[in-house]
C-alpha cells in the first residue's frame, strides 16, 4: 500500500442539497490499489459524498482531487457505479448494450465502435460470466444479474478507479461473493475500487481500507484501527447490540494474519 | 353585459367544487388526470347529443360521465398492462378522447338542428350559456360531491400520505383511489361547463395549489380550496360580464391562474418572495451578531471592557462577515449597542451584555458539539458559526443547565457566564 | 397535388414527432410535452401578430425563439419545483394557453388563427400558402417541416448516445460529462420548436399524440433502442397513411381520424399482447 499517493484526497469537503449540508467538513484519503469501503449507518451521506466525487452534485465548499487532478481531467479513467434502483430497467436494452455503453465515454458523439472495442465488452460480459446473456432484455434479468450487467459496463470502461454505490443491496450471496471476488482481482491489478456499503458486519471482512462516516469522518484507515468500539459507538450512536456483535467479529478478524 | 344572478349561483357552487376535486387530486400528485377527463367529456357529450339531437342537462351528464369514466378506464387499463410510464399513458388517452370528441363534433355540425352552438362553447366554455333551469342540477349536483369528497376525508390521508400504512390499517386505498377517479370523472362535466373541456384543469389546480399553499394540514386545505374556487370562478364571471367580446372559458383560467401564480409565490410558507425576504433579513441579523461577537473578541484580547476598537480590527476578528460593515454598525449604533468616536467604535455596556451573551452561546456550543456530539474539536467552530443563529431561547437555556460547570471551550478559551470576565 | 403535399408534410412532422417522441416516452414526460405545446401559443400568436401586421413571414423565428424560451422555462420550473411540480406545470400551461386563445380573440382580425384550427390543425389548408423558389411553387408549410425534420434528424443521430445514455442511467451520463440536462433541455426546445411550425397543419391533439402513439406502440414491440426508433417510424407512416384514408372516409378533420386511429391501434397491442 502506498500511502504517500493517495487515489482520491477529499479536503474539507461541505456539501448536500438546498435543505441544507448533510456531509460536513469531510477529508480523508484512499491509497492506490486498495478496495476501500464507505461505511457508515443510514442518512449519513455516503450516497451524497459519492455523487459530488463524480460532479454530480456541486458542493457547498472543499475540494476532491483524483490523482491530484480535478474529476474533469480525469473523468475517462473513474467508473462510476450508481445504485441500480436509480436507474429505468424497463429501457430497451438488451445486456450487450449496456456493457457497450461503457465504451461511450472514449467515443464521444461521433467515432466509430471498433473491433476491439467489441473485444472489450467480450471479455467483460465473460468476466461478470453473462456472456451467455448478452442478447436478453434488460427488463429480464434478477436484481443480482442487473449487478453484474453493472459492473461489466465499470470495466469496459476500462478504468483505473471504480466508484460504486451500495453494489451489494439487493443481490444474492453468491453475486455478492463473485462481485467481492472481481473487485479484488482489479484491486490485485493495482486499480482502486470505492464502495460504498451500509452493511457494518461484513465491511470488516470485506475492505482493506474503511471510511466510517456519519454527516463528517469519524475515522479512516485498515479495518482494524477504524472498527474500534469508540469510533463505531461515536458513528452509529451506542447501540449496544451491534456493538456486541461487532466485537466477536473483529476478534476473530484479528487472529487472521495481518494482510 | 350584466349576468343574471343564477348564473353567479351555479359559478359559486362548480367553482367550490372543482376546488375541492382539484386539492384531493393534487395531494395525490394526479392532477393531470384531471386535464385528460376533462378532454373526455367531450366525445360523450357530443355522442349523446347526435344520438338525440336535443338533450337535457342530465342526459348530457350521463354522456360526460360514461365517456371520462371511459377513459378512467382506459388509463388504468393500459398502465396495468403496459410498461408504459403513467404520464405517457395520459398523453395517450388524452389525445385519443379527445380526437373521438372532435370527430363526432366534426360530424354534428353537419346536421341540420338547433342546438348545435352548445358543442362548440363546451369546447372554450360559455358563461352566460347556463340556463336558469340547469343551475338545481348543478348546485345539487356540486353538493353531493363536496359531500362524498368530505365523507372521505380520512380515507384521502391514507390514500395520499401513507397507502402502506393505510393496508395495514384495512382502509380499501384501491377501492378509494377509484372512487376519487370517479367523483372527477363525475365532476369535470361542471367545470368544463363554465371555462371548457380544453382549459378545465386550470380550475382544479389553481384554488388547489392557493389551498395548499397557505395552509399546511389537509383539513384546511380542502376549506381553502373550495372557497377559493368559488371565489376565483365568481370573479372570473364577472370579468367576463365587464369585458365584451372575449371569450369567457379562456378568461376565468386566466385571471385564475394569474391570481393563483401571485398567491404561490407570495404564499407564507412556500412562497418564494417572502422566503427570499426572509432570507436576506437573517443574513443582516446574522452580520450584526458576528460584528459584536467579533468586538467582544477584540476586547477579550485587550482585556479593557471600554476599549475604542477600529475598523480594521473588527475584520481581523471576524470569520463570517456581515455583507455591509458600514451599514450594520450604523444599525448597531441606533439600536445603542456600539458608539463613534472619531474613527474607531466602543461597546456601549448593553452592547457589552450582548456581545457576551453571543459569545457565551457560541462557546457552549462548541463544548457540546465536540463533548456530546463527538465531533473533532478543530471543525466544531464552523458547525457552531451557523447554529448559534437560529438557537430559540428554550434551547439556549437547555445548553445553560447541560453546562453549567464549564469553565473553557474547546479552544480553550473562557466561557464568559454572568459575572465572570 | 394537393394531396401529395398534404401527405408529405404530415409525414415529415409525424416522423420528426415520433423520433422525439421516442425519447420523451422513455422518460415518461408525455404530459410534459402536452403542457409545452399548450404553453407556447402565446408566443406563436406574437409571432403571427407582427407577422401579419408587417406582412412578413420571418417573424415566424420570434415565435420560435419566444417559444423555446417558454419551453426552457417550464422544463426548468419542472425540475426544479419541489412540492407539485405537476401542479405548477399544470397551472402555468393552462393559463399561458388561456391567455394565447384570449389574444387570438383580442387580434382577430391582425392574427390568421382561430381556437379551432389551434387545437384541430387544418392539413386540407397546407397547400394554400406558397413559396416561389425557383420557378415552382413549393408550400410554405412544407419547406419549414423539412427544415425542422432536418434539424431533428441530425439531432437524433448526432446526440444518439448522450441521448439513450440519460434517459437509461442519467446519473452514470453525467458522471462520464455526458450533460444530461442539456439533452433533456434540448429536447423540449425542440418539442417547442415543432409545435410553432405544426400547429397550423396538426393542430395540439394530433401534436400530442403522433409524439406519444407510435413511439409508445413501438416500444411495446421493441427490444432495443434503435429498432424501437426505426419501429417508430414505420407506425408513423402507416398510421398516418390509414388515419388519412379513415379522416376522408368518414369525413372529420384529418388530425382526429389519425389520432383516433392510434389510440385505437395502441389500445389493440395492449390487448393482444401478452401480459
Known amino acids: 500500500m502506498n500511502q504517500k499517493n493517495p487515489v482520491i484526497k477529499v479536503t474539507n469537503l461541505t456539501a448536500g442539497y438546498d435543505t441544507g449540508p448533510v456531509i460536513w467538513g469531510v477529508s480523508f484519503e484512499i491509497p492506490e490499489g486498495v ?38 481531467e480525469v473523468y475517462k479513467r473513474i467508473a462510476y457505479v450508481p445504485q441500480k434502483e436509480e436507474v429505468d430497467w424497463t429501457f430497451p436494452a438488451t445486456v450487450y448494450d449496456v456493457v457497450m455503453m461503457g465504451r461511450w465515454v472514449h467515443k464521444g458523439l461521433w467515432k466509430r465502435i471498433t473491433k476491439q472495442d467489441k473485444e472489450i465488452v467480450r471479455q467483460a460480459l465473460e468476466t461478470v460470466e453473462m456472456w451467455d446473456y448478452r442478447n436478453r432484455q434488460i427488463s429480464k434479468l434478477s436484481g443480482g444479474q442487473q449487478q453484474r450487467v453493472f ?51 461484513t465491511a470488516a471482512e470485506h475492505f482493506q481500507w474503511l471510511v466510517l462516516l456519519n454527516m463528517h469522518v469519524v475515522s479512516v484507515g485498515p479495518p482494524e484501527e477504524v472498527l474500534t468500539s469508540e469510533n463505531i459507538e461515536r458513528a452509529y450512536g451506542g447501540h449496544l447490540p451491534v456493538l456486541a456483535k461487532l466485537s466477536q467479529r473483529l476478534s476473530s478478524l484479528r487472529e487472521k494474519p495481518t494482510r | 353585459m350584466d349576468l343574471p344572478i343564477h348564473i353567479f349561483v351555479a359559478l359559486a357552487f362548480i367553482g367550490w367544487f372543482s376546488g375541492l376535486m382539484g386539492a384531493v387530486l393534487l395531494v395525490h400528485h394526479r392532477v393531470l388526470i384531471g386535464d385528460v377527463l376533462s378532454h373526455s367529456v367531450l366525445a360523450g357529450v357530443a355522442f349523446v347529443f347526435l344520438l338525440f339531437l336535443e338533450v337535457s342537462f342530465p342526459l348530457l351528464i350521463a354522456g360526460a360521465i360514461a365517456s371520462t369514466l371511459l377513459a378512467a378506464l382506459l388509463i388504468e387499463f393500459i398502465k396495468n398492462r403496459t410498461p408504459l410510464k403513467e404520464d405517457v399513458v395520459l398523453g395517450i388517452v388524452l389525445a385519443f378522447m379527445f380526437a373521438i370528441g372532435i370527430a363526432f363534433l366534426a360530424v354534428s355540425q353537419k346536421i341540420p338542428s338547433i342546438e348545435k352552438a352548445m358543442l362548440n362553447t363546451l369546447l372554450l366554455g360559455e358563461v352566460s350559456a347556463i340556463l336558469p333551469n340547469e343551475v338545481p342540477y348543478m348546485v345539487i349536483a356540486s353538493i353531493v360531491g363536496s359531500l362524498v369528497i368530505w365523507l372521505l376525508y380520512k380515507g384521502w390521508f391514507f390514500t395520499g400520505f401513507d397507502p402502506v400504512f393505510g393496508q395495514t390499517q384495512q382502509v380499501p386505498i384501491n377501492r378509494l383511489r377509484k372512487i376519487l377517479l370517479f367523483i372527477v370523472a363525475s ?149 445603542g449597542f456600539v458608539k463613534q468616536s472619531g474613527n474607531k467604535w466602543l461597546l456601549t455596556p448593553q452592547g457589552l451584555e450582548k456581545a457576551k451573551r453571543l459569545t457565551r452561546l457560541h462557546r457552549l456550543l462548541e463544548l457540546y458539539l465536540s463533548e456530546i456530539v463527538k465531533i473533532a474539536p478543530e471543525k466544531v467552530h464552523s458547525y457552531a458559526e451557523s447554529l448559534e443563529h437560529i438557537i430559540t431561547p428554550e434551547v439556549e437555556q437547555r445548553l445553560y443547565e447541560l453546562l453549567r ?17 | 397535388m394537393e394531396w401529395f403535399w398534404v401527405i408529405l408534410v404530415l409525414l415529415l412532422v409525424g416522423s420528426a414527432a415520433s423520433l422525439l417522441g421516442s425519447f420523451i416516452v422513455l422518460k415518461g414526460f408525455g404530459m410534459l410535452g402536452d403542457a409545452i405545446s399548450h404553453a407556447v401559443l402565446p408566443a406563436i400568436v406574437i409571432g403571427y401578430l407582427i407577422g401579419g401586421i408587417y406582412d412578413n413571414n420571418w417573424f415566424l423565428i420570434l415565435s420560435i425563439a419566444l417559444a423555446v424560451l417558454t419551453s426552457l422555462t417550464i422544463e426548468w420550473l419542472y425540475q426544479r419545483t419541489r412540492m407539485y411540480p405537476d401542479g405548477i406545470m399544470g397551472l402555468i400551461f393552462t393559463f399561458l394557453f388561456a391567455l394565447g386563445l384570449l389574444m387570438i380573440d383580442l387580434w382577430t382580425y391582425s392574427v390568421d388563427l382561430d381556437p379551432e384550427c389551434v387545437l384541430f390543425g387544418e392539413a386540407a389548408y ?12 413549393i408550400p410554405k408549410q412544407l419547406i ?70 407510435p413511439a409508445s406502440i413501438a416500444f411495446l414491440w421493441a427490444k432495443r433502442l434503435h429498432s424501437m426508433i426505426f419501429l ?44
Not at chain 1, 41 to 50: D, E
Not at chain 3, 127 to 136: D, E, K, R, V
Not at chain 3, 258 to 264: K, M, N, S
Request: aromatic content about 10%.
Open chain 3, 126 to 137: 397546407i397547400p394554400f400558402s406558397f413559396f416561389l423558389i425557383g420557378n415552382a411553387l
Open chain 2, 405 to 421: 460547570d464549564k469553565q473553557y471551550d474547546p479552544h480553550k478559551k473562557p466561557v464568559p457566564w454572568n459575572g465572570s470576565g
Open chain 1, 35 to 72: 478496495v476501500a469501503g464507505i461505511v457508515g449507518p443510514n442518512g449519513a451521506g455516503k450516497s451524497t459524498l459519492l455523487k459530488v466525487m463524480v460532479g454530480i452534485l456541486k458542493p457547498h465548499s472543499g475540494t476532491v482531487l483524483f490523482w491530484n487532478k480535478e474529476y474533469s
Open chain 3, 144 to 213: 419549414l417541416s423539412v427544415i425542422i425534420w432536418l434539424i431533428i434528424l441530425i439531432f437524433t443521430f448526432a446526440g444518439y448516445r448522450p441521448l439513450a445514455l440519460s434517459t437509461f442511467d442519467r446519473i452514470y451520463a453525467h458522471s462520464i460529462k455526458m450533460h444530461p440536462s442539456l439533452w433533456q433541455y434540448s429536447i423540449s426546445a425542440l418539442v417547442a420548436v415543432l409545435t410553432v411550425i405544426a400547429i397550423e397543419s396538426v393542430g395540439i391533439v394530433l401534436l400530442l399524440s403522433i409524439l406519444v402513439v
Open chain 2, 187 to 335: 365532476g369535470i362535466l361542471l367545470t368544463a361547463y363554465i371555462s371548457g373541456v380544453v382549459l378545465a384543469v386550470g380550475l382544479l389546480i389553481a384554488p388547489a395549489l392557493i389551498g395548499r399553499f397557505f395552509s399546511t394540514r389537509l383539513y384546511s386545505t380542502l376549506l381553502l380550496s373550495g372557497l377559493s374556487g368559488a371565489v376565483l370562478a365568481v370573479l372570473g364571471g364577472i370579468v367576463s360580464a365587464k369585458v365584451e367580446g372575449l371569450s369567457t372559458g379562456p378568461l376565468i383560467i386566466f385571471s385564475a391562474g394569474l391570481i393563483g401564480l401571485l398567491t404561490i409565490l407570495f404564499s407564507p410558507h412556500y412562497g418564494i418572495v417572502l422566503h427570499r425576504i426572509r432570507y436576506v433579513l437573517f443574513k443582516w441579523s446574522r452580520g450584526q451578531e458576528n460584528i459584536l461577537r467579533a468586538a467582544y473578541k477584540v476586547l477579550e484580547r485587550t482585556g479593557n471592557t471600554s476599549y475604542a476598537f477600529s475598523l480594521e480590527e473588527l475584520k481581523q476578528a471576524c470569520d463570517d462577515p456581515p455583507p455591509s460593515w458600514t451599514i450594520l454598525l450604523k444599525v448597531l449604533e441606533m439600536k
Open chain 3, 232 to 275: 417508430a417510424q414505420i407506425v408513423n407512416a402507416t398510421l398516418i397513411f390509414l388515419g388519412l384514408l379513415f379522416a376522408l372516409y368518414v369525413d372529420i378533420p384529418i388530425s382526429a381520424g389519425i389520432a383516433i386511429l392510434g389510440g385505437l391501434a395502441l389500445l389493440t397491442i395492449t390487448i393482444l399482447k401478452k401480459k
Open chain 1, 151 to 201: 459492473f461489466a459496463r465499470a470495466l469496459a470502461q476500462d478504468p483505473d478507479l471504480f466508484l460504486l454505490d451500495e453494489p451489494f443491496a439487493g443481490v444474492d450471496m453468491k453475486t455478492e461473493e463473485t462481485l467481492l471476488e472481481l473487485l479484488k482481482q482489479q484491486a490485485s491489478k493495482g486499480k482502486t475500487v470505492v464502495v460504498v456499503h451500509h452493511n457494518l458486519f
